[in-house]
């Protein structure tokens, strides 16, 4: 029986061959057993069909397999739709070819143009103008699509009164950004599974004064060092209309990506917080339209 092993893995290794990269990925992940791989390669054959069709039609492999083998094989970070634990709400963690993250990506090479082509700017605020503008989610699925490009990519939850993106991506608020500032943890920040590139630094501990944290010199010491360490940094912050928090975030970075709810934030709303931002000195990249 040891002597029959070897002469196995060669001649699976010279099938692999046969099957290109798509194959190969299937194998090695678990989905297609090595012996089933002549089986779909006459089936491949005879119908004129990629090898993930193949494999699909024979019901070795789902729909969802082949598209997590592809992505793997372009490095571009996807969730399987079986994965309950992320939240719904990450369309581009699920379904990264729909019209709407098209429009995000299209955001994504703006700022990439715009903001993140200088080595020196890191760092960017997502600012909501309001809480109906709901732009956790917006900037959830901002930082996907950054990670998707490889980019090692850092998502901060800046909103120390009510943390909550670490529940989008189902992980733990235990120590986070308002412990860092405080002086009390060092930051740790967490990776995103099953998506690649992409890390969370949870909000943390609620914190009775989170003005005089983000006006703290180690909030300024903190946000150079993470810039030194990603491509991406994007600040989840509160809705500006509620406190000063969001506008004191975005004036230490000098820049800011404000959000307002399609048909819904008033005009003047919008234009107020412009003003309050652009007051303190902070460059607006433009305004993004969650639905």
């Known amino acids: 029986m040891t002597e029959l092993a070897p002469k ?4 699976v290794s010279e099938i692999l061959t046969k099957v290109g990269q798509m194959g190969r990925v299937l194998v090695e992940s678990g989905k297609i057993k090595p012996h089933d791989l002549e089986r779909v390669i006459r089936f491949q054959k005879s119908r004129g069909l990629r090898f993930g069709e193949a494999a699909i039609s ?8 082949v598209k997590a083998a592809l992505a793997q094989q ?4 996807v969730a399987p739709l079986s994965n309950s634990q992320l939240s719904p709400s990450l369309t581009a963690a699920f379904y990264p070819q729909s019209r709407r993250m098209e429009a995000l990506r299209g955001l994504r090479s703006e700022l990439m143009l715009r903001y993140f082509d200088d ?3 890191r760092v960017l605020p997502i600012v909501g103008v309001d809480r109906e503008a709901a732009s956790g989610e917006l900037v959830a699925n901002l930082a996907i699509v950054f990670s998707q490009l490889g980019a090692n990519t850092l998502l901060i939850d800046g909103n120390l009164r009510q943390p909550s993106l670490h529940r989008l991506f189902a992980l733990p608020d235990g120590q986070g950004l308002s412990d860092v500032l405080a002086g009390r943890a060092a930051p740790a920040p967490k990776l995103c599974a099953p998506l690649q590139s992409l890390w969370l630094l949870n909000g943390g501990t609620v914190a009775p004064n989170p003005q005089e944290l983000l006006s703290h ?6 946000m150079t060092t993470l810039a030194n360490n990603f491509d991406v940094v994007l600040v989840h912050t509160p809705p500006l209309k509620e406190n000063r928090d969001a506008q004191l975030i975005a004036a230490r970075a000098g820049a800011a990506l404000m959000v307002a709810k399609e048909n819904v934030t008033p005009l003047k709303s919008l234009e107020a917080a412009s003003r309050h931002l652009q007051e303190v000195g902070v460059s607006l990249m433009g305004v993004a339209l969650s639905q």
């Open 74 to 77: 372009f490095s571009y970070s």
């Open 119 to 121: 080595p020196a700017q």
């Open 8 to 11: 196995l893995d060669i001649e």
């Open 58 to 65: 024979l019901g070795l492999v789902t729909q969802e397999d």
């Open 217 to 222: 010199r180690r909030y300024r010491t903190l």
